[in-house]
């Protein structure tokens, strides 16, 4: 069976599946019960390509409307403005000069002379009534008049569908149309010829049941529809940094109104259309709508940035023009959502065995029809009545075809593909509460394979709350403790090199200084350049004043490939200086002077580098992340399109940053390692701090390898063989660094990959692993988008809670697997082989039905849905090429199977001497007997099923409240359909010890299951 799913059904990866993958293994399962609801959970291949017709559409509108902009840019300088266009009376009554329309067409055509004809990106800020520095104004009644003239940053969703809904696509599967078409006939022929109600119980009962599994399905297909809902409003939760009232606040997207001052940064994505106001160095990725690979500089010739695009490089403030569904994103976003996801390599594979299964019961049912009507017709021949037909001979006739029918029903394990999108659903849910956010449903199940994970260093194994605890400044070391001593540690220091510092921290940063709401100081940015500025002001820098003493002329933002931040600023005598910072060693290598002890700037010598050089290593060592500040005096002009130099820097000095490592992170890594995964770290950082930090968590450990970057990147193919497997740590790593150890894990050590990225060159690699994990707290929307995983805390125990919820995920699916598949067996057995010896079938279309139910809907929700124990920590992962339906579950399914086998043929053959039932009804007892012993076998059985391995099936087993409710509702509805529906279900109340032999004869399954599990099986 495993060779056969990997051929046919092995095509799909829980990642970038192609689309003839996904076409062959739908072409493969054929004829399917019930289309609407096997296919629910899967890719609309159809609305994918009309999706991707409309993007290659719009792509081509806007390369025409960039390249037509681009050419208009030349004639349009120096032409006078022209502006034909008249504002709307109600735009106008509002205090607007302009229109929702008006202002899209600008920035959706690029049209700078529309743009030039309503006097800029100034006049546009005043005509729609907001400020450059102060924003929208958040006064009483202004919001909502200006959401009411151009509309709000929501798009246009497809309708959440009612639970009737799903009532109506459980009603479609072909089977069960059949079975209400037997119910009808049934009904007729029934009233016809025994009267009502005698006559209509068989088919109200078949009605009955039919209605029964209609509805418990569409109940369990509801709740599962509202919970992807839930995880689908998480997923879409953005924010962005927005001035408004004068004040800088986190703002969702979806509250964004035309108006709003937006501040943009690397790795952002751009929420609306709007217009560039000011800001430096700034690069758009625009191939999500245009597909165009090179980004593309925006500043003041060029000022339309498109919702939806990518901050590739620098920064901005944005003014937004158009909102919701009038951008192109919107358009485009409401098109792509009817694609669907991908489906998981885990639901195709069982579409596969609910496939081979599915044809093997058609056989089997078309088989049991013929031989049980080949018994009608034999008896009517040996009676003599064959030319004469009854109503009763009818029905007979009916109810065998309604058992064939019900045999595909039950053989047909329709709920195995939608199993595994029960327990995703759960474990998405859950994992929802304990911080980390699934983006694609695979990742769930593939972490669960995991057999490697690549950590960030900073902000997941660290608190990524940093503080500067050490400095060296003109050659001293001051430990800094807290803001009130700091001033006094530095009063010995020049002013002079206490004056070049300030102003290197406060114009050398992507952060800012500025009063909230409450009127209390706020420091905005990454925590490095958080800690850095609050050094600054502990110092009694004043930001503000420093920053209005200079003119800023270019910014450089930090660049992990660099490794460096920069700035030029222009001084009020009319010079030119550039201040740097970034890695220490590579600072201090582009240094040519440095300011000693007196303030002066003298050359750097060998013996002041071997000093500066061991500082480093010694703030390293205390596991410090360190950065040096340096600055140099540019000879001549400088304009902003110039190079910032990149040596013959003098050094101002280093700062240790102290980033603690978090609570929990060593247990963290020690459950891994037990587990079977391996933790690597890769960082940015000095390789001592690297190793010092890996150290403290349980990482690098004896024999281990910590490598930098640089070495690792001229290591032949051989070479990387023989120590990718050894390495633990990766210091100064690139992102190119990162992809290429990822790659190599994958493709040549076959290991299932996990990554952890934050900025927006992560996002190769996150695109390359089996599971990219991305930072909630510190990640960029670029990584975000890369990311199966959203890791909403940040923390590295996180992450072993989703290894962990994966593991769960993946055993959950092949416990319940296990389970169906020994009722498959059973129930196609028994009743094929009673049909051809007997010319009976012991289970009945009304019970078939029932039974069906326990295995499939309520089995799904029973063993699905089990909580994750530690001890699936202390497993071996599957890894890439580990066998779903293993050995090991073949060996319990046949063990079971053969049991129950010989239960209910023993009961066939001996059922009646061995409960001594005489007297007319006693084929009716015995049938009813049959069937409460094969449904307390299989109540029994769901038990046994919780492990697979282990014999103790009772522990933990009270803490999973689902399991126990659907096993006792299970127990009360069986008790029902025996003592009180017999007329309709084709039973008969049993005395109480009938009914304790069925329970005991269910029970033995039990402890043969555990002698099963004794008997050692191989892996292969």
Known sequence: MESYLNENFGGVKAKHSSDEALGRWRKVVGVVKNPKRRFRFTANLGKRSEAAAMKRTNQEKLRVAVLVSKAALQFIHGLAPQSEYTVPAD???????????????????????????????????????????????????????????????????????????????????????????????????????????????????????????????????????????????????????????????????????????????????????????????????????????????????????????????????????????????????????????????????????????????????????????????????????????????????????????????????????????????????????????????????????????????????????????????????????????????????????????????????????????????????????????????????????????STLVKVEPFNSAKKRMGVVIQLPGGAFRAHCKGASEIILASCSKYINDQGNVVPLDSATVAHLNATIDSFANEALRTLCLAYIEVEGDFSANDPIPEDGYTCIGIVGIKDPVRPGVKESVAICRSAGITVRMVTGDNINTAKAIARECGILTEGGLAIEGPDFRIKSAEELNDIVPKIQVMARSSPLDKHTLVKHLRTKLGEVVAVTGDGTNDAPALHEADIGLAMGIAGTEVAKESADVIILDDNFSTIVTVAKWGRSVYINIQKFVQFQLTVNVVALVVNFSSACLTGSAPLTAVQLLWVNMIMDTLGALALATEPPNNELMKRTPVGRKGNFISNIMWRNIMGQAFYQFLVIWYLQTEGKWLFGIKGDNSDLVLNTLIFNCFVFCQVFNEVSSREMERINVFKGILNNNVFVAVLGSTVIFQIIIVQFLGDFANTTPLSFKQWFTCIVIGFIGMPIAAIVKLIPVGSS
């Not at 001035?243 to 703002?251: D, F, N, P």
């Not at 790795?267 to 160095?281: R, T």
């Open 91 to 549: 735009v106008k009554a509002a205090g607007y000069g302009i229109c929702a329309e008006e202002l899209s067409s600008v920035v959706e055509s690029h049209d700078l002379k529309k743009l030039k004809a309503h006097g800029g990106t100034e006049a546009l800020i005043s005509k729609i009534s907001t400020s450059e520095s102060d924003g929208l104004s958040t006064a009483k009644g202004k919001l909502a008049s200006r959401q009411e003239i151009f509309g709000i940053n929501k798009f246009a969703e497809t309708e959440a569908r009612s639970f009737w809904v799903f009532v109506w696509e459980a009603l479609q599967d072909m089977t069960l149309m059949i079975l209400a078409a037997c119910a009808f006939f049934s009904l007729v022929v029934g009233i016809a010829t025994e009267g009502w109600p005698k006559g209509a119980h068989d088919g109200l009962g078949i009605v009955a049941s039919i209605l029964l599994v209609v509805f418990v399905t569409a109940t369990s297909d509801y709740r599962q529809s509202l919970q992807f809902k839930d995880l689908d409003k998480e997923k879409k939760k953005i924010t962005v940094q927005v001035t408004r009232s004068g004040y800088r606040q986190k703002l969702s997207i979806y509250d964004l109104l035309v108006g709003d001052i937006v501040h943009l940064s690397i790795g952002d994505q751009v929420p609306a259309d709007g217009l560039f106001v000011s800001g430096f160095s700034l690069l758009i990725n625009e191939s999500s709508l245009t597909g165009e690979s090179e980004p593309v500089a925006v500043n003041a010739e060029n000022p339309f940035l498109l919702s939806g695009t990518k901050v590739q490089d620098g920064s901005c403030k944005m003014l937004v023009t158009t909102v919701g569904m009038r951008t192109q994103w919107g358009k485009l976003m409401a098109t792509l959502s009817e694609g669907g996801d991908d489906e998981t390599p885990l639901q195709v594979k069982l579409n596969g065995v609910a496939t081979i299964i599915g044809k093997i019961g058609l056989v089997f049912a078309v088989v049991t029809f013929a031989v049980l009507t080949e018994s009608l017709f034999r008896r009517k021949i040996m009676d003599g009545s064959y030319l004469s037909w009854t109503g009763d001979d009818a029905l007979e006739l009916l109810e065998f075809f309604a058992i064939a029918v019900t045999i595909v029903v039950v053989a047909v394990p329709e709920g195995l593909p939608l199993a595994v999108t029960l327990s995703l659903a759960f474990a998405m849910k859950k994992m929802m509460n304990d911080k980390a956010l699934v983006r694609h449903l695979a990742a769930c199940e593939t972490m669960g394979s995991a057999t490697s994970i690549c950590s960030d260093k900073t902000g997941t194994l660290t608190t990524n709350h940093m503080t500067v605890v050490k400095a060296c400044i003109c050659g001293k070391i001051k430990e800094v403790d807290n803001s009130s001593e700091t001033k006094s540690l530095f009063s010995e220091l020049p002013d002079s090199a206490m004056t070049m510092l300030s102003q290197s921290i406060f114009n050398n940063t992507g952060g800012d200084v500025v009063i909230n709401q409450d009127g209390k100081r706020e420091i905005l940015g990454t925590p490095t350049e958080t800690a850095i500025l609050e050094l600054g002001l502990s110092l009694g820098g004043d930001f503000q004043a420093v920053r209005k003493a």
